[in-house]
């Protein structure tokens, strides 16, 4: 889910009026904001599988740090304990522990059966909506739209600016959430190494490009091996 969670940090303007928006919406997408780190640094993985689901092509292979239960809970907590340390805001504190929390449950909703309960274990959760695109935007589409009309009657703009500036920002995730909706899967890459955390990532079989930073990058797409005792060698 995407818009979904913008939708959430929307309506919890009503809930927390002294918390920023930002923060709200920091709050509601954290795991996802975290999630793209840990995959360029090969800590969680990602796979490129058009047919995977109707809406995505992704195929969320190892991502328990960000996306299981237990570490959600974990990141409620510490996005929640900054937050009270640096506000004393014990309703905002409330409302952003929630929203992170609610990222979970959202994708749940969303994912198919790959959200782990935690790091290590064999279960995993989803209800699939992904797997029908009329289905998945009009659960988004609603959640969203409910949330900018609860913040837009909970709120008042101090001048024309702010109004604009309001539904600048819902039309630009309109448009965002539209084009990731309507477009299908990347370009055949044809590169070797992965920037998805996983050497066997890419389109159809085929690895994806690796980022620029990378060996495998630096050296015309071949990947270094290690002999068991001796230099690094091609």
Known sequence: MFIGHFGLALAAKRVAPRTSLGTLGAAA?????????????????????PGNTAFTPLDFEYYPWTHSLLLVLVWAAGFAAAYHLRT????????????????????????????PLAPGSAARVGLGLWNSVPATVAVEGTVFAAGVAIYARSTRPRNRTGSWALWSLVAFLALVYASSA???????????????????????????????????????????RRPRTGRWWL
């Open 182 to 224: 309507l477009a299908g899967p990347p370009p055949r890459w044809a590169g070797r190494g992965s920037p998805c955390g996983s050497s066997s990532s890419g389109w159809r079989g085929r690895t994806a490009t690796a980022p620029p930073w990378s060996r495998t990058a630096r050296n015309g797409g071949r990947r270094w």
């Open 88 to 115: 004393r805001y014990r309703r905002g504190t409330a409302t952003v522990a929630a929203l992170v929390a609610s990222h979970w449950v959202l994708d749940v909703l969303t994912h198919r059966p790959d959200l």
């Open 29 to 49: 997408q954290w795991v996802d904001l975290l999630w793209p780190l840990l995959v360029l640094a090969g800590v969680e993985r990602v796979r490129i599988d």
